[in-house]
């Protein structure tokens, strides 16, 4: 019986995709649930999956096609044949990890890769730039390396090429090796949506300092407490998800949106977090903040983080959002601008804690301080509003009584 193999149904936020890599060729058998293809969107990385046992008998769409959604990718013929003595073979060098040498006569080069449990474009990539795929980070089921994950590793890499004959003849005082890699549909998204911002908002950035010693203190005194009864560490971000959901709803405009001509306010708070991957930012969203509890909001922050460093976030998890936290300080920056998210109209940039010199009360004291930064559109928001709006995280933050009592 034959089946189309059809890529996954797309939400409407998702245009199209871009075949990534086929993990099967054709005529391989494969059993129930294996990954038949991997299908890159703008956000995230689909699988596509056997249907039942049987063999992969056509691919329709190849390796960098663009496809809509529920588009007819491949055939696939539903039967419980066994696997040939090919498909064995290929799949026990898989399990045993057979490096892979390919003779490149013209250059005199003898190239070895290790699979890793490659698909066929990854592991032509890999040989291609002679690269080792222990080092790569696998994105794809059972640590399958990815065409992307190939693609994302050489962008993230110095690689030392050999120059040309023509190139050392001209410039042998000087060799200055480049390599050319495709730029990843993720990253290329991220790269129109930055643009898009700068162009169509009028963004500015207020920014304020807070105290974090009333939050340090609470952490050491009840930490090993809430880890204990919520199976969850009390980190930084819960408290900061929260202040923002009550100042957001003392200032309903900053959770609001512009739509064409019209101003959309939402009655609900969709946080964002922004988490970093080597695949570039991603913004999962902690649907209705405000009915969640602070350890539920840790169990969130910490599932989605994990998530999404293993690209496993679905679309719907990236979806909406109405208001953003960015946490630079993780990465040890003191002090930045953050970008807004569109179409939310603020968003709120955490720094590092540094031990300063403040003075309080009319002595100088050290204290665990933290820059704040508020991007927000001035279309929308004006700057009495945003001033007020991060004046009210900072007062909750350095008095954690107020989250409680919603002050």
């Known amino acids: 019986m034959t089946i189309e193999i059809k890529s996954p149904t797309f939400p409407e936020s998702v245009a199209d995709g871009t075949v990534a890599n086929w993990v099967k060729k054709e005529g391989e058998s494969v059993a129930q649930d294996e990954i038949l293809a991997e299908i890159e969107t703008d956000k995230v990385v689909l699988e596509v999956v056997a249907p039942s046992d049987g063999v992969l008998t056509k691919i329709i769409k190849n390796e960098g096609d663009i496809v809509n959604s529920a588009e007819v990718i491949g055939q696939f013929d539903e039967t419980a044949a066994a696997l040939n003595e090919q498909d064995k073979t290929s799949k026990k060098a898989d399990e045993t990890n057979t490096p892979i040498i390919k003779k490149e006569e013209e250059q005199g080069v003898k190239i070895e890769a290790n699979t890793k449990k490659s698909g066929p474009a990854a592991k032509k990539l890999i040989v291609e730039n002679n690269l080792d795929s222990s080092l790569i980070k696998a994105s794809g089921k059972d640590q399958r390396i990815t065409k992307a994950d190939v693609i994302n590793h050489l962008e993230s890499s110095v690689v030392s090429l050999e120059p040309s004959p023509s190139a050392s003849s001209s410039t042998n005082s000087s060799l200055r090796p480049e390599k ?41 005194k009840y930490g090993q407490e809430f880890e204990k009864e919520h199976g969850v560490k009390l980190g930084f971000m819960g408290f900061f998800v929260v202040a923002a959901v009550q100042a957001l709803k003392k200032f309903p405009v900053v959770n609001a949106s512009i739509d064409g001509s019209d101003v959309v306010y939402h009655g609900y708070q969709d946080i964002g977090v922004a988490v970093s991957t080597e695949r570039g930012l991603v913004v999962p969203v902690i649907k209705d903040a405000d009915a969640k509890s602070l350890p539920e909001l840790e169990k969130s922050i910490v599932e989605y983080s994990e998530k999404a460093r293993d690209t496993k976030l679905t679309i719907e998890e990236m979806q909406g959002g109405t208001f953003t936290i960015s946490n630079g300080g993780v990465f040890g920056s003191l002090l930045s601008t953050p970008i807004l998210n569109a179409p939310q109209t603020a968003i709120l940039g955490m720094h590092s804690i540094q031990e300063r010199p403040v003075a309080m009360n009319g002595e100088v004291v050290i204290r665990p301080m933290m820059y704040l930064a508020m991007s927000y559109d001035h279309r929308l928001l004006d700057g009495k509003e945003a001033v007020r709006f991060l004046v009210s995280i900072k007062e909750q933050l350095e008095s954690p009584e107020r989250l409680l009592l919603n002050l």
């Open 180 to 220: 050319r890699v495709p730029m990843s549909r993720l990253r290329n998204t991220i790269a129109k949506r930055l643009v898009s911002v700068q162009q169509e908002t009028a963004m500015l950035t207020t920014f304020n300092e807070v105290d974090m010693l009333p939050i340090k203190e609470l952490r050491a």
